[in-house]
T-cell receptor, first 116, second 114 residues
Framework: KAGVTQTPRYLIKTRGQQVTLSCSPI?????VSWYQQTPGQGLQFLFE???????NKGNFPGRFSGRQFSNSRSEMNVSTLELGDSALYLC???????????????FGPGTRLTVL | EDKVVQSPLSLVVHEGDTVTLNCSYE??????LLWYKQEKKAPTFLFML????IEKKSGRLSSILDKKELSSILNITATQTGDSAIYLC??????????????FGQGTILTVHP
């Protein structure tokens, strides 16, 4: 099976712009989680989608949003970019069912976002 | 708030050494503890532990969970330069507010010199 894929791999934006990142999960996986990784804060949970519904959200401002499509692909959007949004954005997929909470998550290669 | 702490934060060893990485957690409704290895970009899955006292092994790597002590260790024997990476510990919890969420520790940076 193909692994989790993320596009683009690298992005450079300026403050105030917005950005959309894409994630395709492992075939058959319906749960997609997004994380932000920075040297200072480590990996922090952004949100999780299952069957096109956001089931959980971390402590990030409303500028961070996402969605999931019927084929389980997911996108996350960051509006009004700030310098502090520079990070590696990772998505992970799992075969978590509707009644399950957390199962093994498999990560994509990430999108490196630099905000100038 | 859920919390995961790893120690040491960094470790430098020589090839052939054995290392032990530690992970402790404070999580409401604990469900699972996972270890990942991160080299360049994507964390790659190593182990998932749910039951106390049962060792998981894969080659030179092994891990065990102690639910009484709220901790886990990851052992790497006969280290090789290819083991140089960041090792991440993460914990999953049960319940609706935990869906899809893993809480990660800061990671242990392991450097193996030839």
């Amino acid at each position: 099976k193909a692994g989790v894929t993320q596009t683009p791999r690298y992005l450079i934006k300026t403050r105030g712009q917005q950005v959309t990142l894409s994630c395709s999960p492992i075939s058959g996986h319906r749960s997609v989680s997004w994380y932000q990784q920075t040297p200072g804060q480590g990996l922090q949970f952004l949100f999780e989608y299952f069957s096109e519904t956001q089931r959980n959200k971390g402590n990030f401002p409303g500028r961070f949003s996402g969605r999931q499509f019927s084929n389980s692909r997911s996108e996350m959007n960051v509006s009004t970019l700030e310098l502090g949004d520079s990070a590696l954005y990772l998505c992970a997929s799992s075969s978590s069912s509707g009644r399950s909470s957390t199962d093994t998550q498999y990560f994509g290669p990430g999108t490196r976002l630099t905000v100038l | 708030e859920d919390k995961v702490v790893q120690s040491p934060l960094s470790l430098v060893v020589h090839e052939g050494d054995t290392v032990t990485l530690n992970c402790s957690y404070e999580v409401t409704n604990f469900r699972s503890l996972l270890w990942y290895k991160q080299e360049k970009k994507a964390p790659t899955f190593l182990f998932m532990l749910t039951s106390s006292g049962i060792e998981k092994k894969s080659g030179r790597l092994s891990s065990i969970l102690d639910k009484k002590e709220l901790s886990s260790i990851l052992n790497i024997t006969a280290t090789q330069t290819g083991d140089s990476a960041i090792y991440l510990c993460a914990v999953g919890a049960a319940g609706g507010t935990s869906y899809g969420k893993l809480t990660f520790g800061q990671g242990t940076i392991l450097t193996v010199h030839p």
